[in-house]
């Protein structure tokens, strides 16, 4: 128990009597180091008093240069690590469908019928059992769709991740995706960004703030890598993986992003991930509302499909893990999507459901797939299959399967229209194109992420204003229907709460004397704390006091007056001067809150003192106290200000 709690607490007059023993001077002998001063006191206005004591981290802290150096390394190696994931990729798909040992692999066209004819069916299959061999035995984390454990590590493991992630993450998302399991190849290529930026940040000493700066840039610089989108590799980052946003966060991240994206381009070429016809601008006119309607009622559309799938994936997740056996359910799952896979390709010609998905997404985007009943089973079909091979173990990310959900009912939505004949041109493309970013979106909660990648994938501005409402409609009703977003609902389950909003908090910019409290008593040591409780017992309210010893500052102290009634008569025979605290700071009126709150936390401090004045103030010039109490009253009012 310290000084500066005693009386706060203690009901009873024989434990503030004890309370008193303890804060006598030689009880305050036995305080640590970091609480005592050599001198008596501590003069009014010398800064020496309240120089910041050295932290371990500080002497960690890498220029902004040396950091960036860093994050050119990672996108350098992160880029290449793009470039080898997908070769893996393709090599693994062309070994399960064919028998053959190719890497050259093109996921926009449709896959070729198996050599094996029905018993394509055990390929995603023997990759289950590949995948869960992987993850049981060497990462645990490697299993899912991977941005939920980065954002974890970030919050709540001080940007942390064992290295052998990356591997693993490797192998097991190649091997699931190559084998047809209905999953996206970016949440792996973040995961192993995040883990390469996060060995190099545990290798090289750094404080943790740039080491989760390494971590976004490893992230942003995977998606970036993946879809030749530099853009959205780096709003991806700011939005979900970064805590704070600043120059010496940004620029570590997109020197990391762009380098990677130059990385990727030299290996995979400048072409966008969809190629697209050119599409008809927005017309200038009437139709142009009834559109931009239109495109509204499709975001709606998407936010309900979000939310749905949202929980269709954990609903699925909860079922499957009721099967016993980790084998047993990935097997089960993977079998019943090798089923799907070939039933559709029975019926409709194609498997559709295997791997990405770009084919698919092609397909309705150059106009080649556009039947109503098709495009809602695709729908229906894809979000089974992610749902059963997440569900069930997989190692993929939701990233590709959203945007073909996205185009499928994008398209369907578009050519259901056309059929009912409304009066204004409705291209099924376009409309796919911005429910491919709706249903990002709405899912993930990255609004602008979602916005700018589709227009990089695509190379299509026309499509950005409607994209925009579209995008920011699915957001709203997502959230109406499920509050949390793809990643964080699979937190939150576990109890982790991750921050939704990024705030500048107005606190950290007021000033001291904005921010202390005045109404204190400034008294001298000599002061007997009896008579101090028998003129102020009527108060019955806690006091801050600061007592002084000549012209200098002794100690503070935080007293409930109240406490005179539970003496009982008794006298404890102490001053104000015995029982003070020396865990205090000294700063000016015009010093910033935020560096009120650095000094409090590197001095351990229970109380900052304010003085007003530029030179050696005098015992007049102290003119309130800030406590940890004031600081946190004050966040909490920077933050209410903005909409919940």
Known sequence: MSCHDIFDCCPKGQRIWLAFVRCSPMARNDMPALNRSESPAVKLGDTSSIETLPVDEESHRLSLLALSLLALGLG???????????????????????????????????????????????????GAVIVTFLVSNFAPEAKGHGVPEVMDAIYYKEGKIRPIVALVKSLASAVAIGSGSSVGREGPIIQIGSALGSTLGQIISMPIGQRIAMVASGAGAGIAATFNTPIGGVMFAIELMMPEVSVNTFLPVAIATGTATFVGRWFFGQQPAFLVPPLQALPADANAIMLLVLYAALGGLMGVAAAGFIRGLHLAEDWFDKIPGRYTRHVIGMLALGVLMYVLFVTLGQYYVDGVGYATIESILTGHTSIVWLLVLLFICKVVATSVSLGGGSSGGIFSPSLFMGATLGGGFAALLQAIGVPVPVSIPAFAMVGMGAMVGGGTGAVMT???????????YDIVMPMILAVATSVGVRRLLSRENIYTLKLVRRGRAI???????????????????????????????????????????????????????????????GLRRGLEGARTGVTLGDIASRDFTVVGGDTVASDVIERIWRRNAFMAVVVSGRGIPRASDVVGVITREHVANSVAEGIRIYPR
């Open 499 to 561: 921050p939704k909003a990024l705030h500048a908090n107005m606190f950290l910019v007021r000033h001291a004397h904005e921010v202390m409290d005045a109404d204190i008593m400034v008294l001298p040591t000599e002061q007997d704390f009896d008579d101090f409780l028998r003129e102020h017992e009527e108060e019955g309210r806690l006091r801050h006091v600061v007592v002084t010893k000549g012209d200098q500052i002794y100690g503070v102290l935080r007293v409930n007056t």
């Open 76 to 126: 350098i190696v992160t880029g290449l690590g793009a470039v080898v994931f997908r070769d893996l990729i393709g090599l693994l798909h062309n070994l399960f469908f064919n028998g053959t040992f190719v890497v050259a692999y093109d996921a926009n066209i449709f896959t070729a019928p198996s050599r094996w004819g029905p018993f394509v069916i055990l390929a995603p299959v023997v």
């Open 450 to 460: 979602a916005v700018t990648m589709t227009f990089e994938m695509t190379r299509e």
